[in-house]
T-cell receptor, first 109, second 113 residues
């Protein structure tokens, strides 16, 4: 099956800092999503981005499908950004959404 | 309505109990999914329903029994669970199983005692 690697596994920031999270995947995909899981367990969809670039407020994401990676940018981080960020992909030939191990983000005041 | 609703939010059950988890969506999505998530791990796929038919069972033990009564509703029936089955159970839906993004519910936190 497809392999999904996220980096870094852990990230600690001061409020106001910027950060970049990376997701590498091993095969062609027709779905790539970034999720934020809050401390209560809710998985919140940030971006559906199998290719290209999208922006939503302080967050933006870029997927370069031909090079099999995606980046999530968080600017001017806030304490409420804390939580786990997951990248999840579905390979073109399949119907399973496979998650990476996640990046645990802690934003300190 | 752009939500997936899961009930209950929390469930404590004994190893001899029978209980059910419920998931509902009214977005017209034709694919629905059950995922299991242990602490500090990513969600793992359990079942996929596509157009109300079970299309993927990821070798899940028979003590977990899924059911899709109609296109809006997905149940997970639980029987004779073990303490190691304690986890967050997440339901998701998508327009179909091959394309489009997934929307997840807020999950049911299950504790087996």
């Amino acid at each position: 099956g497809i392999q999904v690697e996220q980096s870094p596994p852990d990230l600690i920031l001061q409020e106001g800092a910027n950060s970049t999270l990376r997701c590498n995947f091993s095969d062609s995909v027709n779905n790539l999503q970034w999720f934020h899981q809050n401390p209560w367990g809710q998985l919140i969809n940030l971006f559906y981005i199998p290719s290209g670039t999208k922006q939503n407020g302080r967050l933006s994401a870029t997927t370069v499908a031909t090079e099999r990676y995606s980046l999530l940018y968080i600017s001017s981080s806030q304490t409420t950004d804390s939580g786990v960020y997951f990248c999840a992909v579905r390979e073109t030939s399949g119907s399973r959404l496979t998650f990476g191990e996640g990046t645990q983000l802690t934003v300190n005041p | 309505d752009t939500e997936v609703t899961q009930t209950p939010k929390h469930l404590v059950m004994g190893m001899t109990n029978k209980k059910s988890l419920k998931c509902e969506q009214h977005m017209g999505h034709r694919a629905m999914y059950w995922y299991k998530q242990k602490a500090k791990k990513p969600p793992e796929l359990m079942f996929v329903y596509s157009y109300e038919k079970l299309s993927i069972n990821e070798s899940v033990p028979s003590r977990f029994s899924p059911e899709c009564p109609n296109s809006s509703l997905l149940n997970l029936h639980l029987h004779a669970l073990q303490p190691e089955d304690s986890a967050l159970y997440l339901c998701a839906s998508s327009q179909d199983s091959r394309w489009y993004g997934y929307t997840f519910g807020s999950g049911t936190r299950l504790t087996v005692v």
